[in-house]
């Protein structure tokens, strides 16, 4: 059976024939990373400072080699990982389902019919209907596009928790995007000011006249981190999204946005009594 160690840190294949030159290999060796220990059953909590975890690493492929045993280490290895990888794909499971769960909010429309905005969830059904709107939101829009990137751009969205989707029962009908901190020039401030800033909003045209937009704002104000002061979006001229904005609070500024088709910038100060205790506020964390 094979008898050898390949180690990443010093490329070096360890076997009997080179231990004490792999010992002096790996004494320049700045560190072994953590990983590497959990993969021997070495917990890099207790194994002290840089040489001396050095020194278990060195002492526990030495035990497997000298004992003939090298292909016991490298299952070890393989077990050890397989088990880590497990373990974290469950802890950003988790991680995804406690997002997910925190974001549910149900509103009603104009018409009384439920509608939910949740996040985006990052599987096919979902992306294939986010693809969709967002491919419709920049048809709509003045910008120019590249339908090619459409794709990347949706996708690190979605990765990022920055999408959200208003759902008509299992229809995505629409969508919010957030970014937790945008600077702006901003009336009576001297200097740039963090906001929460609402990227994009969109409802689908056949759903419109149905005040979902103002859902999709209501919704963005409820997110909105209490470390925050400021949340702000731009728009054009012409679009009714100016209308919904001065609706629910917010101010079109004397200084025009950096952007040169969205040039009105909207700001809506946030007050004590908007942070009201609920499940979808964001933390300054998340």
């Known amino acids: 059976m094979d008898n050898k160690y390949n180690d990443a840190l010093t490329k070096m294949v360890v076997d009997e024939t080179n231990l004490e030159k792999w010992k002096k290999k790996l004494s320049i060796v700045s ?28 002492e526990r492929v030495k035990t497997f080699i ?5 292909h016991l280490l490298n299952k070890l290895i393989s077990v050890n990982k397989s088990h880590r990888m497990l373990e974290e794909k469950k802890a950003e499971y988790n991680d995804i389902m406690r997002r997910y769960n925190k974001s549910i909010k149900e509103y009603n429309d104009k018409y009384d019919t439920k509608v939910i905005v949740r996040l985006v969830l990052n599987n096919k059904k979902e992306k294939l209907m986010a693809y969709l709107q967002y491919f419709n939101y920049k048809k709509q829009t003045r910008e120019t596009y590249d339908p090619k990137v459409i794709i990347d751009e949706v996708q690190d969205y979605i990765l990022k928790h920055q999408m959200f989707g208003l759902f008509v029962g299992d229809l995505m009908m629409g969508f919010l995007i957030i970014k937790k901190s945008r600077k702006f020039d901003i009336d009576y401030e001297e200097e740039k000011v963090e906001t929460f800033y609402i990227q994009e909003v969109f409802t689908d045209i056949n759903m419109r006249g149905r005040k979902l937009g103002k859902i ?12 925050k002061q400021y949340v702000s979006l731009m ?5 009714n999204m100016t209308n919904i904005a001065i609706s629910m609070g917010f101010v079109l500024q004397k200084k025009p946005s950096v952007c040169p088709v969205n040039k009105l910038l909207f700001i809506r100060k946030m007050y004590q009594s ?8 964001m ?4």
Not at 216 to 227: E, F, H, K, R, T
């Open 31 to 58: 560190n072994v990373p953590t990983g590497f220990l959990l993969n021997m059953d070495i917990n890099p909590k207790t194994a002290g400072n840089a040489d001396n975890k050095k020194r278990l690493y060195f």
């Open 66 to 70: 000298e004992n003939k045993s090298g």
């Open 216 to 227: 999709l704002i209501d919704y963005a104000l409820l997110l909105c981190p209490v470390n």
């Open 235 to 239: 728009t054009y001229e012409g679009n």
């Open 274 to 281: 908007d942070f009201v205790k609920n499940t979808n506020r």
């Open 283 to 286: 933390t300054a964390t998340e």
